[in-house]
């Protein structure tokens, strides 16, 4: 049976990332589900109810795939030992799931899209853009870099320029695979330059222990 609650996030989404958060209404997305606003406040309370639904969704999403590569869930303040504890191989891994969900999924894009949309029209969806796209993902490597560092498996070096060095491909990557008909590519590209990235920086002690990757890993 379809799960009625997901399938009104889903088509908020949808709404969200076409015409942009203050222009899609709740008729709006009731209509694009067939049902009436009554049936639709069954679930949720607002249309801001139905915002924070999918922030909540996405970022539960993101840690149950952090979960799964086994590297840090949260913030380092909230969970420092697993950012001591973080295998490099486990950071490509991770890195290139990320891409994958990101650019194929069509809750992610829809996502980034409404993200990229609002964030020049409200500066809380502006700070939230920045949060899970840019300032985000760079304070998170660079906490990992940094303790990788202390652990020895990381060469010494600036952490937050090498968090900005190893980010700055992968946002780029996404852009570019949002324009082109095969994803593949950017997803090669980017395996390519995260393997490069980890030749460059890693001890001489983790590149003698890395697992070899595998073909089509």
Known sequence: MPDTKEN?????????????????????IAGELGMTKGALYKHYRNKRDIFDSIVERMYRIDAERAKRYDVPEETFD?????????????????????????????????????????????PDMAELYHKCFTSGPVSYMEDLFREMMEQGLWNTGDPK????????????????????????????????????FIERNASPRECAQRIPKTEGA
């Not at 908020?12 to 709006?28: K, M, N, P, T």
């Not at 973080?86 to 809750?107: G, P, S």
């Open 161 to 196: 320029r090498l968090a900005i060095e190893f980010y700055a491909p992968f946002y780029l990557l996404i852009s570019i695979s949002d324009a082109t008909p095969d994803g593949n590519e950017a997803a090669r590209l980017l395996a390519e330059h995260v393997d490069r």
């Open 78 to 122: 909230a969970s420092p030992s697993a950012y001591r504890n973080t295998a490099v191989d486990h950071i490509r891994t991770f890195i290139e799931a990320q891409f994958r969900f990101l650019t194929e999924d069509e809750f992610a894009r829809n996502f980034r899209k409404m993200l990229t949309l609002e964030q020049y029209r409200n």
């Open 8 to 28: 009104i996030l889903h088509a908020a989404l949808r709404l969200f990332a076409r015409d942009g958060y203050e222009a899609a209404s709740v008729s709006d």
